[in-house]
């Protein structure tokens, strides 16, 4: 069974910067591709970024291209998304996930086998 476990959520102001981690345990991280998803009151969960298992590799919505990065540590088993610039429509849960299937990066949450728990990003304005 893997685990996921996020951290580094919480308030700040428009401008300002957080980074999220993911720790996970249970598994062979360097074989996942991971995405971090995100969910707004009322709107349907959308991946933000999303990495390759080897790292090579990143996706970004469009919104989030330049503001944020993407980055894992295979040796930590742990995976970043470094926010910067933080909007208020950037305001959701942030959500870690695993894709078991091991090859590229796909944006459907369908395709996601492990989730973490959620972390409440807030930005003020």
């Known amino acids: 069974q893997v685990q996921l476990v996020e951290s580094g959520g919480g308030l700040v102001q428009a401008g300002g910067s957080l980074r999220l981690s993911c720790a996970t345990s249970g598994g062979t991280f360097s074989s996942y591709a991971m995405g971090w998803f995100r969910q707004a009151p009322g709107k349907e969960r959308e991946l933000v970024a999303g990495i390759t298992r080897s790292g090579g590799f990143t996706y970004y919505e469009d919104s989030v291209k330049g503001r944020f990065t993407i980055s894992r540590d295979n040796a930590k088993n742990t995976v970043y998304l470094q926010m910067n610039s933080l909007r208020p429509e950037d305001t959701a849960v942030y959500y870690c996930?695993?894709?078991?299937?091991?090859?590229?990066?796909?944006?459907?949450?369908?395709?996601?086998?492990?989730w973490g728990q959620g972390t409440q990003v807030t930005v003020s304005s």
């Open positions: 996930a695993a894709d078991l299937r091991g090859y590229g990066i796909s944006r459907a949450a369908g395709n996601y086998e492990y």
